[in-house]
């Protein structure tokens, strides 16, 4: 019984680390400069036209099985430490929405934060278009319209 609460209390702690991250890049969103903002904006949207260019639709993460949203956590996990390690914090900061995101479809006491962080990013500045384009042309990648925000988490329920 004791080891049946004890790995209770570690898959807990672990729920509420993630609820804790996600929500500390939400409150960093509501306090940061606008150009700030809409650098992780601009990130974010990168990384969802990267996404769709490969074939996956962050749009629908909330659609997909289980095991298609595990490889993108693990795929984004490693890829953020990458970006990180060669300080581009700006870029890891982007993908690291998606991340959240996915977190939050695996476990959905997460999702409160990650709507917060989708409003920010959503209401950030009119740069954000110009960011983009810049990033999608630094990529090598057409000049996408519109902002992309994953279904159901674009507005608070």
Same mark, same amino acid.
């Given at each position: 019984? #004791?080891? &049946?609460?004890?790995?209770?209390?570690?898959?807990?702690?672990?729920?509420?680390?993630? !609820?804790?991250?996600?929500?500390? !890049? #939400?409150?960093?969103?509501?306090?940061?400069?606008?150009?700030?903002? $809409?650098?992780?904006?601009?990130?974010?949207?990168?990384?969802?036209?990267?996404?769709?260019?490969?074939?996956?639709?962050?749009?629908?993460?909330?659609?997909?099985?289980?095991?298609?949203?595990?490889?993108?956590?693990?795929?984004?996990? &490693?890829?953020?430490?990458?970006?990180?390690?060669?300080?581009?914090? !700006?870029?890891?900061?982007?993908?690291?929405?998606?991340?959240? &995101?996915?977190?939050?479809?695996?476990?959905?006491?997460?999702?409160?934060?990650?709507? $917060?962080?989708?409003?920010?990013?959503?209401?950030?500045?009119?740069? !954000? $278009?110009?960011?983009? #384009?810049?990033?999608?042309?630094?990529?090598?990648?057409?000049?996408? $319209?519109?902002?992309?925000?994953?279904?159901?988490?674009?507005?608070?329920?």
């Amino acid at each position: 019984m #004791a080891g &049946t609460d004890f790995s209770n209390w570690q898959k807990e702690k672990a729920v509420q680390a993630l !609820v804790d991250e996600a929500q500390a !890049v #939400a409150d960093r969103l509501a306090g940061g400069k606008p150009h700030a903002v $809409e650098q992780h904006a601009a990130a974010a949207q990168f990384w969802a036209q990267v996404h769709l260019a490969q074939g996956q639709d962050l749009t629908k993460l909330a659609t997909w099985k289980a095991a298609e949203v595990q490889r993108f956590v693990r795929a984004s996990q &490693t890829k953020i430490a990458a970006l990180r390690k060669t300080r581009d914090y !700006v870029s890891s900061d982007g993908l690291a929405a998606w991340l959240h &995101t996915a977190r939050a479809v695996q476990e959905p006491r997460i999702t409160p934060a990650v709507r $917060e962080i989708w409003t920010h990013l959503s209401a950030a500045g009119q740069n !954000v $278009e110009a960011m983009l #384009a810049d990033l999608l042309e630094d990529g090598g990648m057409a000049v996408a $319209e519109g902002r992309l925000v994953p279904e159901g988490f674009g507005e608070p329920s």
